[in-house]
Structures are given as C-alpha cells and as structure tokens.
C-alpha cells in the first residue's frame, strides 16, 4: 500500500506540535541573563527618610526579595494587596525601589495602598533598574544570602508564583 | 467628483498624513552626541541594532517607549564616555540578554535558527530532484512478442469497414 499520503499529514502534525506549544509561550517573558549573577550594587536614598541610604551591601547574610515599582504604574496594584500580605507575614524582608517616580507620588500612593515595605529606596531616574535589566513594572527579585539573583518575577506577583515558586525558593535559601 | 474617486484621493490624503505623522524617533532626543555628527551617526546606527523589550517588534531607535528613549540616552551616554560599539552591546546583553540584539548571534542555542533555513532548503532541493527523476524514468511498455506483432500488422493492413473513404 502506498504510503505517500502521510507524509504530508506529518508535517502538519509536526507544524501544529510547535504553534500548540507556542500557544503557551508569553513572549513578554524575557528571560533575564542576571539569574544566577551578583546583584548590581546600589546605594540609595530611602524613600520615608530621604537623608538615610540603602543599598545591597546592608542586605549581605540575608534572603530578601527587591519589588520594582512605581505609582504610575497599573498592574503593580494588581499585585499590591498580595505584597501587603507578605510583608504582614515577615518571613523574608521586602525592599521597595520606587522606581521612575516623583518620592511625593510614591509615598501619597503607600500611604493610599499601604505599606508592605521593610524600606523604600528612590531610584528616580531608573539607573538601578537599569542594571538590573528591568524592562516592565512590576518585577519582583529574589537574591539570596551572598547577594546572588536567584529568580525573577516578571509582571504581578500572582497567589501561584508566590506559593509555588518565590517562597519555596526563599525558605530553601534561608536554610542553605 | 465621483464617490471612488473621493475615497482614493482620501486614501492618499491619510498615508501622506500618516508618512508625515511619524518622525523618527532619534530626532527628538536632546542628548550629549548631539552635535558631533560621527558619533551621532554611530549612536543610531547602534539603536537600529538593539530591540525595544517594551514594543518587541521594534528597535529602540524606532520606538518611543520610556525604555526605549533611556536605552538611547544610555548609548549616547556611553558613546560620549568614549566607549566601543562591543562594549555598549557588551553593556546591554548583560541586563537584558542576547533578546536585545535584534540579529541574534551565532552558537549552539540559536544554530537551529541561523541553520534551520538552510535545511529546510536542502530538504526541498532533495524532494524536488527526487519527484522530477521518478517523473523522466516512466518504464517504457514492455517489447511486442513476434505474434503481436504479426496480428497488429494485420489489423493495421485491413480495411477499416467504419473508414467513410
């Protein structure tokens, strides 16, 4: 029996293989080259105590987690509620770098949404996202005891990759 | 005027309008390269090379996403602190990865981007030379047996009974 006939109905099965598994695909979802990497240095102003300064070094020997965001910024509400919880939890410190943003707008919009921050650094013209490769706000980092950038939450922080990924993720570090 | 005609001519009004609407992005920026030609020629000729993570589709030269426009000012920047082409992509790659490069380079995670073309191509040229010989070698028809022939012959020489001449 000749067989020919199938050959085309295996490229197609080939062809819809790959447009099924690009279906799934966010193409948003750039994966950063700093996973695995020190984190960029910074020292910062913070954003409630404008003559006081923050920065990686102060964060040696400790998990912690860097939440990029600003008050213009939409889909960081999405995630806002969810971070006010984490910080309420205190199980891993949570730095706040307002970024791109007028410190008035910031804190007005704190005040507003409440705070989950265990400190706020201005980063005002986006240098420090910059070096951090950040393209979108919200992003989330998880950067562990020697200041190393363990994972990378591009978007709002969902339920899911709070339970499944960042704090499994923060309680296998803070144990190491 | 005839109502096509009125469309067309709208037609032509709006991509004139729209040509005109959109300046390229490099124009607006007020920047350190500014009035040094060469290096201003060298800092779009760069920007056409890097893609705007933001609008992905486009260079950062061509887009006015916030990203966009402080990715350029980061390559002026960097161009007037007297750095090298390699270095600022250098610079680039390290925070946003190969993705930024709007020509991705060659190695062994993009081999099947860079040579997945050409195989396509090759697999077609093999497919093609393969149908059109299976075309030319149609087998002739076997040899007539001398009594085939014999009786062809025959019929050929009758007189056809339906032959009107």
Same mark, same amino acid.
Request: positive net charge.
């Given at each position: 029996?000749?067989?020919?006939?199938?050959?085309?109905? %295996?490229?197609?099965?080939?062809?819809?293989?790959?447009?099924?598994?690009?279906?799934?695909?966010?193409?948003?979802?750039?994966?950063?080259?700093?996973?695995?990497?020190?984190?960029?240095?910074?020292?910062?102003?913070?954003?409630?105590?404008?003559?006081?300064?923050?920065?990686?070094?102060?964060?040696?020997?400790?998990?912690?987690?860097?939440?990029?965001?600003?008050?213009?910024?939409?889909?960081?509400?999405?995630?806002?509620?969810?971070?006010?919880?984490?910080?309420?939890?205190?199980?891993?410190?949570?730095?706040?770098?307002?970024?791109?943003?007028?410190?008035?707008? %910031?804190?007005?919009?704190?005040?507003?949404?409440?705070?989950?921050?265990?400190?706020?650094?201005?980063?005002?013209?986006?240098?420090?996202?910059?070096?951090?490769?950040?393209?979108?706000?919200?992003?989330?980092?998880?950067?562990?005891?020697?200041?190393?950038?363990?994972?990378?939450?591009?978007?709002?922080?969902?339920?899911?990759?709070?339970?499944?990924?960042?704090?499994?993720?923060?309680?296998?570090?803070?144990?190491? | 005027?005839?109502?096509?005609?009125?469309?067309?001519?709208?037609?032509?009004?709006?991509?004139?309008?729209?040509?005109?609407?959109?300046?390229?992005?490099?124009?607006?920026?007020?920047?350190?390269?500014?009035?040094?030609?060469?290096?201003?020629?060298?800092?779009?000729?760069?920007?056409?090379?890097?893609?705007?993570?933001?609008?992905?589709?486009?260079?950062?030269?061509?887009?006015?996403?916030?990203?966009?426009? !402080?990715?350029?000012?980061?390559?002026?920047?960097?161009?007037?602190?007297?750095?090298?082409?390699?270095?600022?992509?250098? @610079?680039?790659? !390290?925070? @946003?990865?190969?993705?930024?490069? @709007?020509?991705?380079?060659?190695?062994?995670?993009?081999?099947?981007?860079?040579?997945?073309?050409?195989?396509?191509?090759?697999?077609?040229?093999?497919?093609?030379?393969?149908?059109?010989?299976?075309?030319?070698?149609?087998?002739?028809?076997?040899?007539?047996?001398?009594?085939?022939?014999?009786?062809?012959?025959?019929?050929?020489?009758?007189?056809?009974?339906?032959?009107?001449?």
């Amino acid at each position: 029996m000749n067989r020919k006939f199938l050959i085309p109905l %295996g490229v197609f099965a080939v062809l819809f293989a790959f447009l099924l598994v690009g279906l799934g695909l966010n193409p948003r979802e750039v994966p950063s080259p700093l996973i695995g990497k020190p984190a960029p240095a910074f020292v910062r102003n913070q954003l409630h105590a404008p003559d006081k300064t923050m920065g990686t070094a102060d964060m040696k020997g400790q998990v912690w987690l860097l939440n990029v965001w600003a008050s213009w910024c939409v889909a960081c509400r999405e995630e806002h509620p969810l971070l006010v919880q984490l910080g309420k939890a205190k199980v891993v410190p949570l730095v706040g770098l307002n970024y791109k943003d007028e410190p008035t707008d %910031g804190k007005r919009w704190l005040a507003q949404h409440g705070d989950p921050y265990t400190v706020s650094v201005v980063d005002r013209d986006g240098a420090v996202g910059l070096d951090f490769g950040v393209y979108g706000v919200p992003e989330t980092f998880v950067i562990d005891k020697a200041g190393v950038i363990r994972y990378k939450q591009i978007g709002p922080v969902t339920v899911e990759a709070l339970e499944k990924k960042i704090l499994p993720l923060v309680r296998e570090l803070q144990k190491s | 005027m005839t109502h096509r005609s009125t469309i067309s001519t709208l037609a032509a009004a709006f991509a004139v309008a729209l040509a005109l609407a959109v300046p390229p992005a490099f124009a607006t920026d007020a920047a350190p390269t500014e009035k040094d030609p060469v290096a201003q020629a060298r800092a779009v000729k760069l920007s056409e090379t890097l893609r705007c993570l933001v609008c992905q589709n486009q260079t950062i030269a061509d887009s006015n996403a916030e990203l966009a426009v !402080d990715l350029r000012r980061q390559v002026r920047e960097q161009i007037a602190a007297g750095r090298s082409d390699d270095e600022i992509i250098t @610079y680039m790659t !390290d925070r @946003y990865g190969d993705f930024v490069l @709007y020509r991705p380079p060659v190695k062994a995670t993009t081999i099947l981007l860079w040579g997945g073309p050409l195989l396509l191509l090759a697999i077609g040229a093999f497919a093609l030379v393969r149908i059109m010989r299976e075309r030319r070698s149609v087998p002739e028809a076997p040899p007539l047996t001398p009594e085939e022939r014999a009786r062809a012959e025959a019929l050929l020489a009758a007189p056809s009974r339906k032959d009107p001449a």
